[in-house]
């Protein structure tokens, strides 16, 4: 028997003190409804109701039994309502990987905007270094990554371009290549590149991302990397760089945050390979759900440039 027909069976004995009454409240027999009571009855061994001289009540047991009949149906009605916006994708949660180093000031041009419009989905953020996120990925571990180009499984994932944007070279004041005529600009870097080979450089791991690129940069110009330091994120190669540790690579959109004063140069090298490429990343032999691709979009729409 349904949830909701024991309700009203206990509902209208409780209103009515009556079989009879309750019944005819049903439109059904008196018998039907004895008949009904006493299967519930045994199917819990316990009594329901009790008759007297005036008519029947629910017994503490049927009170109570009630109230969780009532309890029952609302979770069975949640439950509908929450699978039916699952199956039609408008319900569920999202897997987003990111490095640290992104995480800081792309999430908060997305995040809101995707949530306002989406309350039922769930983002999940999983912040690691971008080899952990693209294994990860291949792992159904991670839905959807942002991420920087080149990848180290480029072969078994997917990438489509948010934006792109320049490369500079920071230099401290410490370096041989500080000129406090250049400070507080961005200059174009007019020594021979082969001077970088001497220049201690603080970079990211080189084998994905801004360190990838840059190993590349300088292979194609025939050029040894000197590393002193590696670290996962490029903010943190920054305050390295500007406490005077060495030279680092920083993207555009990061020059902003760099202090006011005079303690370093920029300068811009003239290659057009120079440029980061910020991307989302997916696995190339999965189909992305509609969940994941409305988050996509929102990406999409509000970092692309």
Known sequence: METLQKINF???????ESLTKAAKHLFISQPYLSKVIKQMEDQLDTALIY??????????????????????????????????LIRNQQQGEIFLGINPGLASFFLA???????????????KLIENNQNITEKMILLDQIDLAIGMSPLLYQDE????????????????????????QQAKKINTFHYSYNKLE????????????LGS????????????INPILTT?????????????MGSTYIPESLIETLPSDSSYNLYKLEDSSLFAEYILIYNKNKSLSLLTLKLLHTIQEKIAK
């Open 10 to 16: 206990l509902e209208a004995i409780d209103s009515y």
């Open 51 to 84: 008759n007297h001289h005036t008519g029947s009540q629910l017994t503490y047991a049927g009170k109570r039994y009630l109230y969780y009949l009532k309890e029952i149906y609302r979770l069975e009605n949640k439950i509908k309502d929450e699978m039916y």
């Open 109 to 123: 041009e997305f995040i809101p905007q995707f949530q306002s419009i989406h309350p039922k989905i769930f983002l």
């Open 157 to 180: 994932l997917s990438t489509i371009t948010i934006y792109k944007e320049k490369i500079y070279l920071l230099v401290p004041k410490q370096s041989s290549l500080f000129s406090t």
């Open 198 to 209: 001497s220049e201690p450089l603080i970079i990211t791991p080189l084998e994905y991302g």
């Open 213 to 224: 690129l840059i190993r590349s940069f300088y292979k194609k110009h025939h050029i040894n």
């Open 232 to 244: 996962s994120t490029v903010p943190t190669a920054i305050n390295l760089s500007l406490a005077g």
